[in-house]
């Protein structure tokens, strides 16, 4: 059949591809999209600082090669103070790019929109640190095993420590696509060398929330998930790993580390 001369298969055609393109989405300077978040009523709204795989307010470092999957953005501190990845600024643009970056580079000296959206996305992320640290619903597994995370197999729930934290041997989250985890810690979280935080079941890496009111600091090779949120500053060891999203209110430190969103 055909409607003024074209076919009815030819403007089909045309409406799956104008819908396709209509469908993408972006962090809203030309960035890649936000990825997968968290959306029960159980999570932790990450808002707009979930266009991110990388934020940090003073400083992003790094030892290459790395390879980061998803956007990073600082502020209010400028591109000066991200160092080890070769930025490529192209004149008047709002991101920056980098070889070993899948997805755009944003700080505030750069073109609008981009200082107005990080002011926003920085204080989403502050938002979240505090949403998480006040959960208090379930009521909260308080100082597991002492504040050593190592050997566990871990249902979804609150857990809460006064202390440091340290994993010493690996850790199992076991639940399914829709549970959701939330670590309140006072202190520092340690992860030793070579251990892995283990998701069984189902369990999806964008409903586990890591909310330290010190520094987070990941060995060499270990592989950290879920959603790290640090009141200070966040350093991951040589060739290590994090399938989530790593979130500084100082510095974000890496070394040939691969960070992949969600």
């Known amino acids: 059949m055909k409607i003024k001369g074209y076919s009815i298969w030819f403007m089909a055609s045309l409406l799956v591809v104008f819908m ?5 989405s972006s962090s809203g300077g030309g960035g890649s999209s936000a990825g997968a978040v968290c959306t029960g009523s159980s999570c932790v709204s990450l808002g ?49 790019t980098s070889a070993q970056v899948t997805g755009d ?29 006040g959960r208090t619903v379930p009521a909260p597994v308080l100082n597991l095993n002492g504040g050593s995370m190592g050997g566990q197999t871990l249902a979804p729930g609150i857990y809460k420590w006064t202390t440091n934290v340290t994993i ?29 935080v283990i ?41 290590s790993s994090v399938n989530g999203r790593l979130f500084a209110q100082s510095a974000v430190n890496i070394d040939t580390t691969t960070v992949t969103q969600p």
């Open 20 to 24: 396709g393109g209509c469908g993408s």
């Open 48 to 96: 707009t600082a979930a266009n991110y795989a990388i934020l940090a307010q003073t400083g992003i470092t790094n030892v290459p090669t790395s390879k980061v999957t998803g956007n990073m953005g600082i502020s209010p501190n400028t591109s000066a103070a991200i160092a080890g990845f070769a930025l490529n600024l192209p004149a008047g643009s709002s991101f920056s």
């Open 105 to 133: 580079i944003y700080a505030p000296d750069y073109a609008p929109p981009t200082p107005a959206n990080l002011t926003t996305a920085i204080s989403d992320m502050q938002t979240a640190y505090t949403t998480a640290a």
């Open 168 to 196: 010493p041997t690996d850790v199992t989250l076991s639940g399914n696509a829709s549970d959701v985890w939330i670590f309140q810690i006072a202190g520092n979280l340690t992860q030793a060398s070579a251990t892995k």
């Open 199 to 239: 998701l069984s079941g189902g369990a999806h890496p964008e409903n586990i929330f890591w909310q330290v009111a010190s520094g987070v600091t990941v060995g060499t090779t270990a592989q950290m998930k879920g959603i790290v949120m640090s009141q200070t500053a966040i350093t991951m060891g040589n060739s």
